[in-house]
């Protein structure tokens, strides 16, 4: 099949379907449109990107990465079923409610944080470096005493 032949295949479909949806007239597919679809379908419906990548014969990942649109909706979605998976997987107590005294707890945790440095990156819960850090002390500050 020639490319001419491939071209006016896509031309036709695209004008019969402008027939039944006109918001199509107009529209344009070239044949590699249909790679870039073809890539967003894959990972977009739980492909790992570099199996996608291989079928669609990639060297290189940010190739596959450029061709797959991702849409706020389906990382939302994807988020959303990774967590239904994970929880599936894991012990129901560890999703309980935090108790009052956690919550309150939990966001002291956070306000502490909040030193000039900005948020330190530490786990819930662990001893930080930054929380008795001496402002004065700091390099480019002057010391106060």
């Not at 707890?105 to 330190?120: I, M, P, T, Y």
């Not at 990156?121 to 930080?128: E, I, K, L, M, Q």
Request: aromatic content about 10%.
């Amino acid at each position: 099949m020639s490319a001419t032949t491939v071209w006016r295949m896509i031309k036709r479909a695209c004008d019969a379907l402008a027939v039944t949806h006109p918001q199509f007239k107009g529209v344009k597919f070239a044949p590699h449109d249909f790679r870039r679809l073809f890539a967003t379908e894959l990972v977009n419906n739980g492909l790992p990107i570099h199996i996608g990548a291989a079928l669609l014969g990639h060297l290189d990942i940010r190739t596959t990465r450029g061709y797959v649109a991702v849409f706020d909706e389906d990382v939302i979605n994807q988020y959303q079923q990774f967590l239904a998976r994970r929880r599936a997987e894991r012990p129901q107590d560890e999703y309980r409610e935090p108790t009052a005294e956690e919550w309150n707890d939990f966001q002291q945790h956070f306000d502490k944080r909040r030193v000039e440095l900005g948020s330190c990156g530490r786990p819930y819960g662990t001893s930080c470096a930054h929380e008795h850090a001496c402002f004065s002390e700091l390099p480019g500050r002057p010391v106060i005493r």
